[in-house]
């Protein structure tokens, strides 16, 4: 992987491994209330998943290795010849606690690999690779960001969608990882954000991050990311990944596709920031990516607020897939790859 | 005008003349709570379109209408012979109360247009011209309606955005005299509604309005109309228009240009169905129409929570302009404009 010299820190820590624990800041009620919950309860883990105090798609692939590093420790403590067996059903719960992000089930699968090597104790040997590959996303989170940031050079301002920042990764962020870089740098003078309905990820979470680090932002609705490309105040979308398939075509938060379609008419660049970990080459194409649809009462309200009337209904996917072919830039740790196919994205894992 | 012989109702009023007095339904609080508020003072009618207990262009226009009554009526009681030059500071108060629907300019300049006609008391002339215009428009709505709907013909499913219906109009709606039509005729099968952030027509007016008249309504988020598109379960996007100009560029409620755009892209079709007095000869193009720019707590709240950190910055254009190049169909009481250019326009106001 390629290494960044970059220095410039990220304040805020969404996983952590804690005293034999895992610490989640629970994004559920930021940022009006800032508070922190612990687990050593593999299911609690996936519970937690499943109602996103911990969400974004490198996140929850973090999350879940120290998840399965919990499950283990309680497992191998129960019967220290079956534990692989015991743990069987724990991991399957966790895998499907959210079914589009890639990250979880490749972050069990990697962890996975080590079973059969842990003689006595697994907790060691898993907690080793879970931390690795937390320091793994960080760097490459790092890496990428700067390689993104020199995408975008010198110019006004970006746009992003969702929340793909340090809260959503190991830290630093991917499309908030590029976002940092390019301030850092001094190539961009202001961030707008898109609030992000249903749940509200731009308004709640990237807006207080990036306040964090004193970063200059500015929230729009939704509804108004047209007007905002028409006028000119930003030369870039930069959005996250919750996976990519082979052929380019990305699965990211809902509302990222009609961003992509109308950045295409402004003719504003649209980039996807993403570790390799969210490619997924099994997936031939994003139409068989697995689309999330979440409670019709993130849509019928809004945070304690019911803004429906009763009996209302409502559909809500909570991802939706933008062609590659309306991708300017896929940014990865292992390179940057301008307008997307299988060959360039198949190229990236060849040595 | 076209008569329409379509006899189905909608029970929703939001601008009557009761009394002597002008009576709002108060949009503000709907669908938690149905409240009617009455005015006899044309400067508090003002902060009453300025605050959006009225919203939507042909309501605001009507309003207006009534509130010229009022400040006539106000003026002639304080000097028989001065009123015309009294009333003149309250027209101008009431014209800048919202900036971007040309429906209030031309509403108090049709009342205007019979002021040098007024010999001793105003009211009868002024009032049967103010329930002329509100009948007009509802009948401009109902043959409209029946124009779109004909446009429309059968198919499966519509979408629209913000609140284009009897609360937006005198009665029956624009948008959703459309889909009303359309219903009524066993046209459409179901209606899918954008919430409409920042101020939540869709979700709070639309879904409710529609439900009162038992036409089945799925609420979505504004970022979820892409997928939407895409699933099939659409084949025409209707909205409504707060000033189309000369050249078919048509202002309305932010976030209608992206979904136009992304409409495009997804071979969905684009209909505006607006009165004529929404059309303004005197604007060549979209770019001249003035975007109304409201207050910053409309994005960085919802209903009553706030949803963003403190201290956030945050930018709330309240309309954009969808080129006409991205309509299929203007639908108005004097006729269907398909692919809208200036030629076509300006043919509509030719006997």
């Not at 954000?193 to 729009?220: C, F, H, K, S, Y």
């Not at 930003?234 to 992509?260: E, F, M, P, S, Y």
């Not at 109308?262 to 970990?277: D, I, L, Q, Y």
Request: net charge negative; with cysteine; charged share 20%.
């Amino acid at each position: 992987m390629i290494q960044s010299t970059n220095t410039f820190d990220s304040s805020v820590k969404a996983v952590e491994w804690s005293n034999g624990r895992l610490r989640l800041l629970d994004q559920r009620v930021l940022p009006a209330v800032v508070r922190y919950l612990e687990f050593d309860d593999v299911n609690q883990v996936a519970d937690a998943i499943r109602s996103m105090v911990v969400r974004g798609a490198p996140a929850i692939g973090i999350t879940a290795a120290y998840a399965v590093v919990l499950a283990a420790m309680a497992a191998h403590k129960k019967d220290p010849h079956l534990w692989q067996e015991i743990i069987q059903p724990d991991l399957e719960r966790l895998i499907k606690a959210r079914p589009t992000a890639v990250n979880l089930a490749w972050a069990i699968g990697e962890m996975q690999k080590l079973f059969s090597g842990c003689d006595g104790d697994p907790e060691p040997a898993l907690l080793a690779r879970a931390k690795e590959i937390h320091e793994q996303d960080i760097r490459a989170n790092r890496t990428l960001g700067d390689l993104g940031s020199e995408v975008i050079g010198k110019t006004q301002g970006v746009l992003t969608h969702c929340n793909a920042g340090a809260l959503a990764t190991g830290g630093y962020g991917t499309a908030l990882g590029v976002i940092r870089s390019s301030w850092s740098k001094g190539y961009i003078k202001q961030v707008y954000v898109n609030e992000t309905r249903p749940w509200l990820q731009g308004a709640r979470l990237t807006t207080w991050e990036l306040m964090q680090d004193q970063i200059p932002v500015t929230l729009i609705t939704d509804n108004a990311a047209s007007l905002l490309m028409k006028s000119g105040r930003v030369q870039w979308v930069v959005v996250g990944a919750d996976r990519i398939a082979a052929n380019g075509d990305v699965a990211n938060k809902i509302g990222t596709c009609q961003l992509a379609i109308t950045a295409k008419h402004h003719r504003v660049r649209f980039m996807v920031a993403a570790p390799t970990s969210t490619i997924d080459l099994h997936m031939p194409s994003g139409d068989e990516i697995p689309i999330e649809e979440r409670p019709e009462n993130e849509v019928l309200g809004c945070l304690e607020n019911k803004i429906a009337p009763e009996n209302c209904t409502a559909w809500n996917p909570a991802f939706d897939v933008t062609p590659g072919a309306l991708i300017d830039a896929i940014v990865t740790e292992s390179g940057v790859i301008n307008r997307p196919d299988e060959k360039k994205i198949r190229a990236l894992f060849t040595p």
